[in-house]
């Protein structure tokens, strides 16, 4: 009992120690490299601790969790860190005797140090789940071969072994809890990071909107009042389909500017009862001579009747991105697949399907970020605003994808009857 009440005593210490660190220091530290020098310091500290204070069996034998912050800190600090915690192990431990336990100390670390560092760059680059695979190994590697020098210093008995049982779990097991400790505040400090980043952005986008909707919009109201006047009643009527199509995509281009200079922002919606199978015929129309000009074949297959309740408008603006966006993955040409269908009783599924370059899955997670784009000369504004606007109309995107075959795009809308 009284060995146990040793390695929590121990534990409480290092915890704290590492909590400290984690509150005040850890978020500093991806922000300033220099900073690095308070974590061999801070692990150190927490070395010193354990070894200060061990669990004692019989006169000689003594056992302490420095594995802890002595493996966590070659790890996360580096090379340097695990050399500097050595060397602090071996001066301390020379400090409190030269015995048996002195040699066993030397002899762990002379077949414990080079394994730990040369795991230490596969460490780094590691996921988070293969960190903490990593972790429990090493010290269990640790640990036994403490033990097992420790045996030929000293007598085996099955109190002994009893302990040092009691060692290897509790150091198993703690060991694990604070890799997934460190690993879960990093996550949340990178996470809070993008946020700030993407605020930011936003807050960017919504700056060089303001100021540029009014210059925008000038030359956009001149050109719509000029195609107003070529419209006479004596033109043919393909010139007149054209020119109405030139209006109506300056009134879109206009709607993607309020869009731009709202969103983020909540705003009443123009909802409409709507078959979504006429939307994508008149969105065919006007995406075809683009996807002519660039070699691609759009095959279609609509599902008549699939009802929802939304504003055509922006659903055109959003599938025209779209629609583009997997046209220009092909730049050899190939075929899309636009279809639409009622897959239950709740939703309706529109799906654009492309034999583009395709996207990884870290690709798909960016998709649609502020900013964002595979295109040389893309923005991810049109994106951005695309995937938006589905979620407005209470929506889901579902986006698959497969390197050198394609991408497929599969909205969700709630149908209503």
Partial sequence: ????????????????????FQIFFAERLERNTRLKVIMPFVFGTAILLCMTFPAYVGDEYRL??????????????????????SLLIVL????????????NTIITLLFGLPVFLYFQKHFISASKNKRVRIVLLLSAYYSII?????????????????IQIIHLLTTLIFVGFFTSLNEFTREIILKNQQLLSEAERLRVVSVLTSVFAHEIRNPMQVTRGFLQ?????????KNKQYIRYSIEELDRANAIIDDLLAYGKPAAQDLTR???ALE?????NLIQSYAISNNVTIQTRYEDNCWIEANPQKLNQSLINILKNAIESMPGGGTIWLSCFSNDERYVEICVKDQGIGMTKEQIDKLGAPFYSLKESG???????????????HGKVKITSELDVGTEFSIYLPRIT
């Fill in 64 to 85: 302490d969790i420095r594995i802890i912050p002595m493996l966590l800190g070659t790890l996360y600090g580096g090379v340097e860190s695990g050399i500097f915690l």
């Fill in 280 to 284: 994508l015929r008149r969105v065919e």
């Fill in 1 to 20: 009992m009284t060995v146990i009440k040793d390695f929590l005593l121990q534990l409480a210490l290092v915890t704290c120690l590492l909590f400290a």
């Fill in 274 to 276: 709507f078959d979504v």
């Fill in 229 to 237: 006047l070529l419209n006479e009643p004596h033109l043919p009527a």
């Fill in 92 to 103: 301390y431990r020379l400090y409190i005797g030269v015995d048996l336990g002195f040699y």
């Fill in 146 to 162: 403490g033990s097992l020098t420790g045996f030929l210093f000293h007598p085996i008995s099955r109190e002994v072994i009893q």
């Fill in 379 to 393: 923005t991810g504004l049109g994106m951005m605003v695309s995937l938006q606007i589905i979620r407005n109309f």
